[in-house]
Structures are given as structure tokens and as C-alpha cells.
């Protein structure tokens, strides 16, 4: 315990990368791609599967180029939506088409080989991109709530887990987690994202309520996800950098699962509401 909180501690200036954003935001998004996807892509050698990390790379860096031309700190009244899916459109395209490309040399790779290259494309940097996009829209200030959706689930499931778990909600993959301290998780991360609604954003603090319990829900099935590729792989943590908390993935796993659950919420009340 004393560890957990240490270390989230640690993490605290983070924060400020969230509310300066613009530039700032985009290195920390890419630093947490990059070394996630290092993570994820290393746990495969466990079970003999060898994605290509340097085509992980360098599709990872190319998307997130991509966001130059697309006025990163300029906020704009609109999410740029078509201009935003034109690019990650092509991008997807690419990303499958290269990593299922590298699985033709089938005298040296198999097929799971191509398909953990795409899959981890797709679930880290593509997730982890939604948040630059959210930082492009007037409703910048929606990142944060991607963070308390993510981590306020997280704390309070851990604490109401802790004290009134009675039932077990994925005894396979996370046998810690119960039923009770889902629901806890979900109300806790709702309730926050109320309250912060209603001191930045009293217009929408309903809207904030609601995404909250989403975004609860979606960082749980992020945490439940990595914990399902982390018990195939035969590994306890994707990595050691965060004492108490594993690797990068470890800790941002929900993060990058909330990002895009938010970001479309964004796209579809554009021309609806107006803070």
C-alpha cells in the first residue's frame, strides 16, 4: 500500500503536462506509446511470438506526426472531425497492411507474429492518440476527465474491493477484483467527474456525470484486457519502472481505453451543446 501511494506521488507532476497540454501533452502521449507498446511488444517473448518492434516504431512516430498540420495547441470550436478521421483512416490502413506484411517471411515468422505487431499498434498508440485529439477540441478540458474516469474507478474499486468485496468479478484474470468494487469504481469515478463538471463546466456537468461512469467502465475493461494479455504472456507486470506499479502499461492501461470513449463523446455533441 505504502508503496501505491509513493509512487503515485510520483507521478502527481503528470498533472501539469495535462493542464499545459498543446506541445507538451503530445511528447508525454508519445513518450507512453512508445515505451508501452516497448512493453507489450517484450512480453510476447514469453510465448515464442516476436512482433516487429521496428515497424511498431515507426508507425507509432508517423501518427503522431500526423498531429503537426492538425494545429496542436490551437483549440478549435470543432474536433476536426473528417480532417481527424481522414488521417487515422490511412493510418489503420497502413499499420494493418505493414504488420501483416511482416508475416510473408513464413520460413521465419508465424502468423501470431504479424498479428501481435498489428494488435499492438492498434491498442497502444492508436488508443494513446485520442488524447491529443481531445486536446485539439474546445472541450479540451475533457482530458481530464479521461484521467479521473480512469484512475477515480481504479482507487475507489481498490478501496471498496478492500473493505466490501465479497464476489469475485474476474477470478481468472484479476483475482483481486470483485462485483462490489466495480460498482464502487463506477460511482466513484462518476461522482468525481460530476464534481469537476460543476466547478469547470456547470453547463455540461450532467454530460461530465455520464461520461464518468462510461469512462469508469471503459478503464476497467482496459485493466481487465491488459490483465488477460499479461496472464497469456505468462507475466506478472509488463515492466519495473513504476515501483508498486509495474511498467508503463501497468499504470496507463485504462488511461488509453478511456481516451477514444471520450473523444467520440466529444464528436457527437459538437453543434449540440456549448459550454
Not at 93 to 116: Q, S
Not at 118 to 136: E, K, N
Not at 164 to 176: D, E, I, N, Q, T
Not at 243 to 261: K, Q
Request: glycine fraction near 12%; aromatic fraction near 14%; include cysteine.
Amino acid at each position: 500500500m505504502k508503496t501505491r501511494i509513493i509512487s503515485g506521488l510520483v507521478m502527481a507532476p503528470l498533472l501539469v503536462v495535462l493542464y499545459l497540454g498543446g506541445w507538451w501533452l503530445w511528447a508525454a502521449a508519445l513518450l507512453i506509446a512508445v515505451m508501452g507498446l516497448q512493453e507489450f511488444y517484450k512480453g510476447w517473448d514469453n510465448i515464442d511470438v516476436h512482433p516487429s518492434a521496428t515497424i511498431g516504431y515507426i508507425m507509432t512516430v508517423l501518427l503522431f506526426v500526423t498531429a503537426v498540420p492538425l494545429s496542436i495547441g490551437e483549440k478549435g470550436a470543432v474536433p476536426q472531425f473528417y480532417e481527424n478521421m481522414m488521417v487515422i483512416c490511412i493510418w489503420l490502413f497502413l499499420a494493418v497492411a505493414t504488420g501483416l506484411i511482416y508475416g510473408w517471411k513464413i520460413d521465419k515468422r508465424g502468423p501470431y507474429d504479424a498479428i501481435a505487431t498489428v494488435t499492438g499498434l492498434v491498442y497502444i498508440p492508436f488508443f494513446t492518440y485520442h488524447m491529443i485529439l481531445i486536446d485539439m477540441t474546445e472541450y479540451r478540458l475533457f482530458i481530464w476527465i479521461v484521467v479521473i474516469a480512469a484512475f477515480g474507478s481504479d482507487i475507489f474499486a481498490y478501496f471498496t474491493g478492500y473493505f466490501l468485496g465479497k464476489h469475485k468479478m474476474a477470478p481468472v484474470l484479476s483475482p483481486k477484483k470483485t462485483i462490489e468494487g466495480a460498482v464502487g469504481g463506477l460511482i466513484g469515478s462518476s461522482l468525481l467527474a460530476w464534481v469537476f463538471g460543476l466547478i469547470f463546466m456547470k453547463n455540461i456537468a450532467l454530460v461530465c456525470l455520464v461520461l464518468g461512469l462510461v469512462g469508469g467502465a471503459a478503464g476497467m475493461a482496459g485493466d481487465l484486457t491488459a490483465s488477460a494479455f499479461k496472464r497469456k504472456m505468462g507475466i506478472k507486470d509488463y515492466g519495473k519502472l513504476i515501483p508498486g506499479h509495474g511498467g508503463i502499461m501497468d499504470r496507463f492501461d485504462s488511461v488509453i481505453f478511456v481516451a477514444p470513449v471520450v473523444y467520440y463523446a466529444i464528436c457527437a455533441m459538437t453543434g449540440i451543446l456549448s459550454v
